[in-house]
C-alpha cells in the first residue's frame, strides 16, 4: 500500500503561482511513477504530469507545456508540481498519484486549486 497526502492547493489570481506537494509514505519504494492530474467540475479527471522515479523522465498535458514543472525529492519521497503563470481555466481539483512496479495505481486525496480571473 501506498500513501499519498497532497499539500499547497488554494486561491490565486491569474498570473500567480502556487506550488503543490504529495508525500508518499508506506510501501514507496515499489513507486515507478509519479504524477498529477486534475479533475474540473462537471469534467473527467485529466493528466497533468508524470515523473519516473528512475531517471527522472517527465511527462506534460499540452496545456500545461511551458507553464508548470514537476520534480521529485527522491530522499524525501515527495513530488512536486510547480504552477506558474496560472489561468482560471486551471481551476481544479488536483490530485497526486503514484503507480508502482506491479501496476497498482494508488491516488491521493486531492487538493483544491481555484485561479481567480
Known amino acids: 500500500q501506498v500513501q499519498l497526502v497532497e499539500s499547497g492547493g488554494g486561491l490565486v489570481q491569474a498570473g500567480g503561482s502556487l506550488r503543490l506537494s504529495c508525500a508518499a509514505s508506506?510501501?514507496?519504494?515499489?513507486?515507478?511513477?509519479m504524477g498529477w492530474y486534475r479533475q474540473a467540475p462537471g469534467q473527467e479527471r485529466e493528466l497533468v504530469s508524470t515523473?519516473?522515479?528512475?531517471?527522472?523522465?517527465?511527462n506534460y498535458a499540452d496545456s500545461v507545456k511551458g507553464r508548470f514543472t514537476i520534480s521529485r525529492d527522491a530522499g524525501e519521497n515527495t513530488v512536486y508540481l510547480q504552477m506558474d503563470s496560472l489561468k482560471p481555466e486551471d481551476t481544479a481539483d488536483y490530485y497526486c498519484?503514484?503507480?508502482?512496479?506491479?501496476?497498482?495505481?494508488?491516488w491521493g486525496q486531492g487538493t483544491q486549486v481555484t485561479v481567480s480571473s
Open positions: 498519484n503514484a503507480m508502482t512496479i506491479g501496476g497498482r495505481s494508488f
Open positions: 508506506g510501501s514507496k519504494f515499489n513507486i515507478v511513477a
Open positions: 515523473i519516473l522515479t528512475s531517471g527522472g523522465r517527465t
